[in-house]
């Protein structure tokens, strides 16, 4: 659907009901010779904000000056089946899961004039300079559409920021337990393990409204792409499913998932989320939407490197592009984004990422 028909079919609707039973995981590696002693307290914030507060934990035990690390994520690579369009047939299309205790908003909601900050890099191109003087590349098309906001309603409690030993990206809840992102993301090690994973839904300036989850599988086929740059092939297989240590979507919900198709090319029904470094260095989410995507010309609807002109910067990378259609009250993921150069950006998509989540949630429901 165009941005248009969205806001007049998919109303926006308050939470229908609450959940008080579920508790939020938020977890701390530390080092230690012994089990450590842990005291908690619990006191209303001092900002002033009604029903907020602030919990202490004290830990003793620990060695002081010592790090713990994360444990790695498990990794499980998988073989392109000879049929995919069968498969496919077996998993009919992945529905999202819209929770009643979270509201429902088409758009996500501006911030207030009070938490805006100022860019931190122009990608504006300033055409009184001369071209000597510019030597920033940008990914920015201007006008930059992009605008950061703080909205926990669903869809966008789905959406968040991905840290892992190589730095931060962002991603999406596709499954109960599964997000997906990029697999330039990815810290692929040279023994052939990766590196831990953290995903916090909802980030923003460093609160996790929905806890944290941290990953234990992580599901890729044909190619792990290392970055920074980022060729034809590896566009086309940027994408992993990592499965995360608890259920966290049940809090926030899941977008669906479906195969790009290139008879959608030209059509600007598209939206991203991400988290960009020249925004609020990468603590804040952004929203675009309107975008018009291009799959590629090779190896249709199997493997799809995606162009398009929306507006990303670094920290966007594995944040989703999404569309929704007409009688379905959550949107589905078709590509996530992969690479950026100063003419066009690219987003990696086709009929195996969505295999790829059909693996992770079979396995790991």
């Not at 919990?55 to 620990?62: A, F, R, S």
């Not at 201007?142 to 959406?159: H, I, K, L, M, V």
């Not at 020249?278 to 995507?293: N, T």
Request: aromatic share 12%.
């Amino acid at each position: 659907m165009y941005l248009e028909e969205l806001v007049r079919e998919v109303r926006t609707r308050d939470a229908v009901g609450r959940i008080d039973d579920v508790g939020l995981q938020f977890n701390l590696f530390a080092a230690a010779d012994r089990t450590p002693e842990v005291d908690c307290s619990v006191a209303e914030s001092e900002n002033g904000d009604k029903g907020s507060f602030r919990i202490d934990l004290t830990v003793k035990g620990l060695k002081l000056g010592e790090h713990s690390y994360p444990p790695g994520a498990q990794l499980r690579q998988f073989e392109p089946e000879t049929d995919i369009r069968k498969r496919h047939l077996e998993h009919p299309d992945l529905e999202g899961y819209v929770p009643d205790h979270l509201p429902l908003r088409p758009l996500p909601m501006q911030l207030a004039d009070e938490l805006r900050v100022a860019r931190r890099i122009d990608s504006e191109v300033d055409r009184d300079r001369s071209r000597n003087e510019l030597h920033e590349a940008t990914t920015i098309f201007p006008p930059d559409d992009r605008y950061t906001f703080n909205d926990t309603a669903y869809p966008w409690s789905t959406c968040g920021r991905i840290e892992t030993p190589g730095g931060s990206a962002s991603g999406a809840m596709v499954g109960p337990r599964h997000v997906l992102t990029c697999s330039h993301a990815i810290q692929w090690n040279s023994d052939g393990t990766a590196g831990w994973v953290k995903f916090t839904p909802s980030y923003f300036d460093g609160s996790a409204p929905f806890g944290v989850a941290w990953g234990t599988w992580i599901y890729w086929e044909g190619l792990k792409v290392f970055g920074p740059t980022i060729n034809s092939s590896e566009g086309r297989h940027d994408y992993v499913c990592v499965v995360l240590n608890w259920n966290i979507g049940n809090v926030t919900g899941w977008m669906g998932s479906r195969t790009y198709s290139d008879s959608w090319d030209g059509g600007n029904y598209w939206s991203h989320i991400g988290y960009p470094g020249d925004l609020a260095a990468g603590l804040r989410p952004s929203f675009q939407g309107g975008i018009s995507l291009d799959g590629s010309f090779w190896d249709p609807q199997n493997h799809q490197r995606i162009y398009h002109q929306g507006d990303v910067w670094p920290g966007q990378s594995g944040g989703p592009f999404f569309g929704w259609w007409s009688g379905e009250s959550f949107p589905r993921v078709v590509a996530d984004q992969s690479g950026q150069t100063s003419g066009e950006n690219s987003a990696s998509g086709g009929a195996h990422m969505v295999d790829c989540i059909i693996r992770a949630r079979n396995d790991f429901p």
